[in-house]
């Protein structure tokens, strides 16, 4: 591995405490913990972090975002989507397929996998589409993206379901040759043409198409059967029903190889936003009610929703101020997961900091196969690692964030825990809660040591 | 009152004041001169999205005989086909000085949108979004419903609430933004709703509404209701598969000539027969219905102006005052006394406002 200047800035971490535990220092040097507590000392040169008070992490892996390039500029780029997530306490984001060109080559991946590169505030990595265009129709070259420089493990056509079960069955068969998997946005297109929120009391009475819960639930219900018949592993993504919870228990208590992901907004809104008529919270899936709510969180708590993925979706404000019809469907919210989080679990006793580190950061990182992510807070391990204060409070404005999008739902919302250092493979990203400097380039952790100069 | 959006959030004094200042509007369409200078010098802006002569001749004859100058904005084919936002739309109209924006638009919620943006100032007017309400629609009918009410039990209209009163309303209530006006606003006038259609045009969610629901029409004309609505079946339904055919519809949801004699034989001579026009005869109203002395379509129509005139008279007279009332509900007497501020024929009593509200959130 290189190294140059910048990874060799040794950082001293006084009195963090690991995971919620007791307090600890922590020694990271060249990209790597060297050593924790007593063994954590000091010398010459040595950069000190005072961490009185915040709890330490495995950096924050994103399974879900969409950083808009190629193609949509306007509303993000992978450089703002990588600061935002660098800010918001992620050291890893998966940018999904849909941009345009469509991620469906192997080309547009390692565009993107080397934007990432040069943006050094995250390792991001591409998700593949499933189909090529996202058109549902034929297989995209998933062997070849796979194959590429940014190794794709993740296949997706999120934001449009592979709803035909023959592709998705070869789909879930083929990605077993490189352990990809199948992230599925699960939404029977029939059942949703038109539709604008969800299906229930609320759609009722404002006169708006409903999205009914069973549209989620029919495909998730098809595609762990698939998945069993087939044993390949599926990733369901967005999970947004109390009755896709009890399908997907149901699968694991089967044995099947399902993870489910779960939004942070979808762990705290309603659909009784939508009586605002206001756009900001047009999302797909759509928000549900209060008990799909409490059903979710409980299944985050007991493992059955296995990760927290973010769906990060900046639109330009044009999108959003407008009719609700016409409106894009999408939040941002890579800047407000860990206090939504925090703020839904954590505050409600129902995660600890260690099971908020299994489902923002070490299952994560396994279903997306990031061997240097989600690892162990310990000597040896990469330093991949966040300070958060837990005791922080802070008021949402949207207009002073580094995403380019403007559309946050929690905007106003008093919210706790905020994420005052980041640092990506020893590198801090973010120090004292603001945007450091990104890791160089040519530093990279990357499966290939080849830097195009153009990233210098 | 600073906009009229929608009934449910209408409460039953804002409501019953309403309709007793459409009362005295409807007599002043009886004088020889049918025009008050109430709001001379305001400008009301009819923006319509969407076709419906109808309801924008409706609101443009209430807009002048109230002396306000009107501006017809029909957008459907111009600007939105080229791609200007409601936004950019909403902020032309405030720069002419609208002072009010009466709106029709196909998408649910583009009024409340309008209001809450802060891209324009004026008081908004609901005539009809999407699949969501239209209040005044629904305040017309029960403007309608209240005179025949009163008139059965000997009362002057003024004050008169629709208690006791049982209405059936009939057909597509998943579309129909008149069936959800009118089930807020009759319920909250103190009427007894029943909902009859086939139960896939009939909203998931519907359990929780302040109605009782059938499926069989047969079956809901038999708890005997004061008076029956029809709604319109849009044509865009018909192929849809929400029932196999419109002969079938007919048959089971529609108010043929067997129904309509059927009312005489159950002996409910006072039942009225209603629709928001425009009917499709033969579908889902017979034309013996339409046209049988029972029926209040023309009514309806004719009411209509006077209704839309005390929504603009009120929303552009000044009088916000009466915005904390919500939940008193004693109101009638207040009613009444309110009734006294509308002036007379060819009175200049009401001075226009001049101090509009600032922005609102």
């Not at chain 1, 101020?321 to 894009?328: D, K, L, S």
Request: charged letters at 20%; hydrophobic letters at 40%; one cysteine or more.
């Amino acid at each position: 591995m290189t190294t140059d200047a910048s990874t060799t800035t040794e950082y001293l971490i006084r009195g963090a405490s690991i995971l919620g535990g007791p307090s600890q220092d922590i020694l990271v040097r060249g990209g790597r913990i060297v050593a924790l507590g007593e063994d954590a000392g000091a010398s010459a040169g040595v950069t000190a972090v005072d961490a009185e008070g915040l709890v330490a992490l495995p950096g924050m892996v994103d399974l879900h975002t969409h950083l808009r390039e190629p193609g949509r500029e306007d509303a993000e780029t992978v450089e703002t989507g990588s600061r935002a997530a660098a800010l918001g306490g992620f050291t890893a984001v998966h940018a999904m397929a849909n941009s345009s060109p469509v991620a469906d080559t192997a080309g547009v991946v390692e565009q993107v996998y080397r934007l990432g590169l040069a943006s050094g505030w995250v390792e991001v990595r591409p998700v593949g589409a499933v189909t090529v265009g996202l058109g549902g129709e034929r297989l995209a070259e998933l062997g070849a993206m796979a194959e590429s420089r940014a190794a794709v493990r993740v296949f997706s056509d999120d934001g449009i379901c592979v709803h035909d079960p023959v592709l998705m069955r070869r789909a879930l068969e083929y990605v077993k040759a490189f352990d990809g998997v199948i992230a599925q946005h699960a939404q029977e297109p029939r059942l949703t043409e038109g539709a604008q929120m969800n299906e229930g009391e609320v759609s009722a009475v404002l006169g708006l198409t409903g999205w009914p819960a069973v549209a989620e639930e029919s495909i998730i219900a098809r595609d762990v059967l698939l998945a069993q018949h087939v044993g390949s592993r599926l990733h369901v993504c967005h999970v947004s029903t109390a009755g896709s919870v009890e399908i997907i228990r149901w699968a694991k208590a089967r044995g099947i190889d399902v993870t489910a992901e779960v939004t942070p907004h979808h762990l705290l809104l309603t659909d009784e936003l939508v009586r605002s008529y206001d756009p900001v919270y047009k999302v797909n899936p759509p928000l549900r009610t209060s008990e799909d709510v409490h059903a979710l969180r409980e299944a985050l708590a007991d493992g059955t929703i296995d990760v927290v993925g973010t769906d990060h979706a900046p639109h330009p404000s044009e999108h959003k101020e407008c009719e609700w019809a016409q409106a894009a469907m999408g939040m941002t919210g890579l800047e407000t997961a860990l206090s939504v989080v925090q703020h839904t679990m954590v505050e409600t006793g129902m995660l600890d900091w260690e099971g908020f580190a299994r489902v923002t950061s070490v299952t994560p990182a396994r279903i997306g196969r990031l061997e240097h992510q989600g690892r162990p807070l310990a000597a040896g391990e990469p330093a991949n690692l966040i300070l958060v204060d837990p005791a922080a409070r802070w008021t949402v404005d949207p207009s002073t964030m580094a995403t380019k999008g403007r559309n946050s739902p929690f905007r106003g919302l008093e919210l706790p825990g905020s994420v005052r250092a980041t640092f990506y493979a020893g590198h801090a990203t973010v120090l004292d809660g603001r945007l450091a400097t990104p890791r160089p380039a040519a530093a990279g952790a990357a499966p290939t040591q080849d830097v195009p100069a153009w990233t210098i | 009152m600073k906009h009229l959006l929608s009934t449910q959030d209408l409460s039953a004094r804002n409501a019953l004041r309403l309709l007793d200042v459409a009362e005295e509007m409807a007599a002043v369409g009886q004088r020889e001169i049918k025009k008050l200078p109430a709001l001379r010098g305001r400008t009301v802006v009819n923006l319509f999205f969407e076709d419906s002569t109808r309801t924008r001749i409706s609101f443009e004859a209430a807009a002048k005989r109230l002396s306000a100058d009107v501006i017809n904005f029909a957008v459907k084919g111009s600007s939105v086909s080229k791609g200007e936002s409601l936004k950019d739309t909403a902020q032309t109209l405030e720069a002419m000085s609208a002072d009010a924006v009466v709106i029709r638009h196909p998408a649910s919620g583009a009024p409340a949108r309008l209001a809450a943006s802060g891209w324009i100032d004026a008081a908004v007017v609901n005539a009809g979004d999407g699949t969501h309400e239209h209040p005044t629609q629904a305040l017309l009918d029960a403007f309608t419903l209240r005179r025949h009410w009163a008139r059965l039990g000997g009362n002057p209209s003024a004050g008169t609430t629709l208690a006791g009163m049982k209405v059936l309303i009939v057909g597509d209530v998943l579309h129909s933004r008149v069936a959800r006006s009118n089930v807020w606003l009759l319920t909250t006038l103190g009427a007894e709703v029943l909902l009859a259609g086939p139960p896939t045009l009939l909203p998931v969610g519907v359990g929780s509404w302040p109605c009782t629901v059938y499926y069989n029409l047969d079956e809901a004309l038999a708890q005997r209701p004061d008076a029956v609505m029809m709604l319109r079946l849009q044509a865009e339904r018909m192929n849809a598969a929400f029932f196999p055919s419109t002969r079938e519809y007919s048959r089971r949801w529609g108010f043929d000539d067997g129904r309509l004699a059927l009312l005489d034989t159950m002996g409910l001579d006072d039942t009225v027969i209603m629709h928001p026009g425009p009917m499709n005869r033969g579908l889902e109203i017979s034309s013996a219905a339409a046209d049988s002395p029972r029926s209040t379509v023309l009514a309806q129509v004719r009411n209509g102006v006077s209704v839309r005139m005390a929504a603009l008279y009120l929303l552009l007279s000044g009088d916000h005052h009466d915005e904390q009332d919500d939940e008193q509900d004693d109101e009638q007497a207040d009613a009444k006394d309110d009734a006294t501020d509308v002036p007379a024929g060819n009175g200049t009593r009401t001075t226009p406002d001049t101090t509009r509200e600032g922005t609102h959130p």
